[in-house]
């Protein structure tokens, strides 16, 4: 096994790896494993490989209860945490980000200044990037290796184990996977991506997301997100 294999499947501490075993030792995981080992061997990628299932650490598979979907991991040094959207608490917000707390004060009038979307993750939501590592500097470059493809699995898994997950799918990339998913049994929450080019076009603000969410939990018995943590 290779030391990014060991080091992926080591950093799942929960029951996540039983849930993924199957995806693990999947031809095109294996292919994927491969191109990891040659791009950290011949370039920078992030995140770090201790950080790569950060998503899957903080929110294991029983308490998952909210799913937000992102693309690809910021390129730049010491931005990717391995959670959707979010970045340290000592960077400035990128622009997506700015654009959800934006509609996360219209919605529920919480503020928010730190980037580091952790404490969210701490309290089910899986915050999954479609793709799960980049090189740096160069958006994309890990791109239809076989992230996509673990994602979509991810996905169905939950929809088909679990009971009354939400969704949350911005902009139409993410917006695909809803066919991964059962709409009778979860949630699903579509609207324009937060980017500024998408949100400022109209789509995203106002959809009131974080609300539709905590209503959806309480309805279902579960424990509502705190946002403003």
Known sequence: MSNINVKLVDSL?????KVLYSSFSA????????FLDTEIATHEIFPSAKLIFSAFQHSSFHKT??????????????QAQGLSFSVPPN?????SLRNIYKELYNDLKVIRMNGDLSPWANQGVLLLNAVLTVRSGEPGSHAKRGWEKFTEEVISQLSQEKESVVFVLWGAYA???????DSQKHLIIQAAHPSPL?????????TKPFSK???????????????GV
């Open 13 to 17: 501490n929960n029951d996540w790896e």
């Open 27 to 34: 031809t095109y995981f294996q292919e994927l494993i491969q």
């Open 65 to 78: 209860k909210v799913v937000i979907i992102g693309q690809d991991p910021y390129h730049g040094p010491g």
């Open 91 to 95: 960077f400035p917000l990128p622009p």
């Open 175 to 181: 917006q695909k996977l809803a066919k991964h998913i």
């Open 198 to 206: 998408s949100a400022n076009r109209g789509g995203f603000f106002g």
């Open 213 to 227: 969410i905590n209503q959806y939990l309480v309805e279902t018995g579960h424990e509502v997100i705190d946002w």
